[in-house]
Nanobody, 123 residues
Framework: VQLQASGGGLVHPGGSLRLSCAVSGHINSTYNMGWFRQAPGKERESVAACTWNGGVTFVADSVKGRFTISRDIAKMTVFLLMNILKPEDTAVYYC?????????????????WGQGTLVTVSS
């Protein structure tokens, strides 16, 4: 499984960005997909996740109400729509796959990682 993230950039506070993660290789409906981020000097944290066949999603409290995860099965792509961005959202964002999850949290480490895409929120 290969994951290719894109869509990062520089945005003003209050702005929006949509990240995309193109998935290739053998993936099946049991794979969960998600987004993580790592800010300078901080640990990597989970941001949002969903089951590949839909129905279950997780969103971190820090972004709840502002970020939305979705996927397009036909295009083999996972999206992270980020609204009302704040300076504290500045980080490298990574897409990942192959972990266990509940609606409340991710319960195992991802098996697959994409390269990061930098999101900078600054005026």
């Amino acid at each position: 499984v290969q994951l290719q993230a894109s869509g990062g950039g520089l945005v003003h506070p209050g702005g929006s960005l949509r990240l995309s993660c193109a998935v290739s290789g053998h993936i099946n409906s049991t794979y969960n997909m998600g987004w993580f981020r790592q800010a300078p000097g901080k640990e990597r944290e989970s941001v949002a996740a969903c089951t590949w066949n839909g129905g279950v999603t997780f969103v971190a409290d820090s972004v709840k109400g502002r970020f939305t995860i979705s996927r397009d099965i036909a295009k083999m792509t996972v999206f992270l729509l980020m609204n009302i961005l704040k300076p504290e959202d500045t980080a490298v964002y990574y897409c990942a796959a192959g972990f266990r999850m509940t609606p409340q949290s991710l319960t195992s480490r991802p098996t697959y990682w994409g390269q990061g895409t930098l999101v900078t929120v600054s005026s």
